[in-house]
């Protein structure tokens, strides 16, 4: 059954926070101008040094929470800029009627690092060290403490498309009842963990990261949190109204790192969210890529793309060129990035998210249409397609529209 057919699902405005803006607002007039300022030399307890785009811990807020880490600070910055938008979804729903959907790779990684430390250096684990210092599920749990959710509350950690991945689950939670609203999202951190261990499988750039270029090396990691209240209303009081009109996942079962060279689980899972919505290819206005800057990312999204989209050249740019990789809350970053979009170009706005890179196309990749220098959109935008293509070939596709241009 189409998306078409079933319960339309409406995305509230979105907060985010990130080293390239502290608010949906400061976002899009960073990627719009191609502004990778935020991406900045960081030193790790190796002592290596890496090019990643934190958010400075003196600019999150304090917090009322059982784990106090950076991670959950970040998340509540990102909370507090919705959480109108969640009071009015209790007094409309109920908090009965309110789940969590939340994507994250950390696992209260800087927690297990300062007790590790301590074992190392004194034989045993500090008395405040738990397993719970460990769970994967905070992140979610912390939102429903917080805000008084008795909904399920849901963690997701499928690599760099978790967030996305969370999305598609709140839509499925109040497509099938089991929820009205839904607070979903992603967050993570670029611990030195993170860092180091990309850095192993010789994953991270030596310099800002240059997706799609000739010239790319790796990866730039990143800070970052986004979410949005999905519900089954519209409590959206000022734009257009946005909706989640399809996604689609599927995975490659290729291998445990590197994607299906060739981008057939990619292009599937594009395919998929195309058919979701009931869109065809050249419905879609603008791509927002997964776009990590890594030689076989870039390789098999680029053919992914062709593909799909044929003799359609849309827009498409890798917003990671502002942002970094912010791994677990990529797809919700990008997402805000598409929703924006929307309602910008609603208002007669020809901006897009362009890509930051040296403009040197790899000439064995596909042409991709990259928005780019002075690139600018001439029609009104409509639907966006966001790419989020993690480790282990897990793969999801949304589609956001705006809902008086959507009908099928």
Known sequence: MSAGALQKI????????????????????????????????????????????????????NVNAR?????????????????????????????????????????GSELSIAGHRTFFEQGSFPLSYTLENQCADYVATFVSESYGLKGASLAFTTACASSAAAISKAAELIRSGLADAVVAGGVDVASDTVLLGFDALESVSLQKTNPFSKNRSGITLGD?????????????????????????????????????????GAADAMQKALDDACLKAEDIDYLNLHGTGTRLNDSMEAKAVE?????????????????????????????AVCW?????????????????????RDTELPDLNFACGNAATKVRVK????NSFAFGGSNTVLILSAEDSYAV
């Open 224 to 264: 970052g949190a986004a979410f949005f209240l999905l519900s089954r209303d519209n409590l959206l009081k000022s734009g257009v109204p946005v909706i989640l009109s399809g996604s689609g996942q599927s995975s490659d079962a290729y291998h445990i790192t590197s994607p299906d060279p060739e981008g057939s």
């Open 340 to 360: 924006k979009l929307i309602q910008e170009s609603a208002k007669g706005a020809d901006k897009v998210p362009l890509q930051a890179w040296d403009g040197e």
């Open 67 to 107: 784990l106090d880490m950076k991670i959950i600070r970040m998340e509540a910055a990102a909370l507090f800029q919705i959480e109108d938008f969640i009071f009015e979804a209790k007094e409309k729903y109920g908090p009965e009627r309110i789940a969590v959907c939340v994507g994250s790779c950390d696992n």
């Open 383 to 386: 639907n966006c397609m966001s």
């Open 307 to 335: 593909k799909v989209f044929g003799s359609h050249r849309l827009l498409c740019s890798s917003t990671k060129s502002e942002t970094g990789h912010t791994l677990g809350a990529a797809g919700a970053l990008e997402a």
């Open 10 to 61: 409406y995305f509230s405005a979105p907060g985010v926070f990130c080293s390239a803006g502290k608010n949906i607002g400061e976002l899009w007039s960073c990627v719009c101008a191609a502004d990778n300022s935020g991406i900045k030399k960081t030193r790790t307890l190796s002592g290596k040094e890496f090019f990643a785009a934190r958010v400075e811990d003196q600019s999150l807020p």
